[in-house]
């Protein structure tokens, strides 16, 4: 079965989607109300949408499937009857792009997924080698390297030695204060998880932007740390000798190391050290569990376009759905009782009652029930306007509302309606175009 188009849909289109409604629904939100758990309930939200949609996919077989309205019946008075000769049939050529376009779609995510991984593993290479070449210096490690100071995945904080020589002892206190706190919180494994996210959604701005936000609250949460011990007009004045020394720096803050994030945060941190915003105890729980909440979201739109697992792949009959003798193809013919020209919208399989009819192709029964000169009749509808009809039936084994799969017994042949003898007669349905079963018999 060919699953490509949902795939793309839910594992890219729908994600995308949904991400940018979340970023758009968080720009309404007041800025105070913007905790770092906040941020990192925006985040789960908008990279579960692909779980949920791959989710979605394994049980679209499950999902409801929308119910599409009966054409009007064409006329039939089939039977047993010798088959007249007629124009032969085109077969038809079905065009499937979908595994070109897949592999075109999963080379480029591949190149963006390498090229951002080969960036981040150069950041981390550079981290490390920073590390080894540090030296200690009491409970810190001191580097000659271009940066201002970093806590490293090992939990040590290592400080530039030119940083270092131009601080004070009250300030080199409130650095390494914040650097204790990001290590307390194991912020450098968090930051690496974030750069992940990055790497695998090298695609999607709206989660990138994220995990900058994700980054940010993380350093508020720790310069929070720092002012409940430290005044802070005087922890503002050491971020901007920090600023100062790592403007144009490659490494200028932990979070750097797996992010190429602006220095424009220490603007907003520093406007949020002396100026820190109302309380959010109250107010965060409910925000949490709106965005909770609105990440089912997406399984709408996934049960919308997965409504039936044959949707994606171009319809196929397994087989005939009984076995026997051919009477009467689709086409133009005369009418066995009227014996004028007329056009037979099916095909005609001579049976004796009782012979066993099963599906071809998977779907959902949309009715079991006496339809006048089709006599009892089942009609399937496998997704995309596709339906199939089985008239004739001595017996249904199957109801409205029914999942059936391939080769699931619907009833039996007989002779319920207007027919000369026993026999099933098949039809395959395109919205109200009848179509030609033969087209799509699996070759």
Known sequence: ???????????????????????????????PWRSESFEKTVL????????????????????AMSQLPLPELA??????????????????????????????????????????ASNLGKRITRMLTVERRSVPHGSIFLTDA???????????????????????????????AHEAAHRSRQDAVWFLCLSVIDCLFWFNPFVRHQTERCRHAAELACDADVTRTSMPSAYAETLLIALK??????????????????????????????????????????????????MLLP?????????????????????????????????????????????HSGMDIGAATG?????PAAGTVISAETQGAYGLMVTIDHGNGIRTRYAQLHTASVSAGDRVSVGASIGTVGASGQATGPHLHFEVWNGNEALNPSDYLAR
């Not at 995945?153 to 131009?166: D, H, M, N, V, Y």
């Not at 109302?278 to 909440?293: D, E, F, I, Y």
């Not at 012979?355 to 599906?359: C, D, G, I, K, Y």
Request: charged share 10%.
């Open 355 to 359: 012979t066993p009819v099963r599906a």
């Open 75 to 116: 006329y039939y008075f089939g039977g047993n009857q010798e088959v007249l000769p007629s124009a032969p049939v085109r077969e038809s050529v079905h065009l499937n792009f979908g595994p070109f376009i897949a592999l075109a779609l999963g080379l480029l995510y591949l190149g963006g997924l390498l090229w951002n």
């Open 146 to 176: 271009p940066i201002s100071a970093i806590t490293t995945l090992s939990g040590k904080i290592i400080i530039s030695e030119a940083l270092f020589r131009g601080l004070s002892k009250p300030q080199i206190d409130m650095i390494v």
């Open 245 to 294: 020394h790592s403007a144009g720096n490659a490494l200028p803050c932990a979070p750097a190391v797996f992010s190429q994030g602006p220095k424009g945060d220490y603007r907003m941190r520093i406007t949020r050290i002396m100026q820190p915003g109302p309380s959010t105890g109250k107010t965060l729980p409910r925000v949490a569990a709106l965005a909770s909440a609105l």
């Open 299 to 343: 399984l709408a739109g996934v049960q919308l376009a997965l409504a039936d697992e044959t949707s994606t792949a171009p319809f196929e009959l397994a087989f005939l759905p009984t076995e026997g003798r051919l009477t009467s193809s689709f086409g133009p013919r005369v009418h066995p009782i009227t014996r004028e020209a007329a056009f």
């Open 44 to 63: 789960f939200s908008m990279i579960v949408a692909p779980v949920l949609g791959l989710a979605a996919l394994k049980l679209a077989p499950t999902l």
């Open 1 to 31: 079965m060919n699953t490509i188009p949902a795939l793309v849909l839910v594992c890219a289109i729908i994600p995308f989607a949904w991400s940018g409604l979340l970023a758009a629904l968080r720009s309404f939100i007041p800025a």
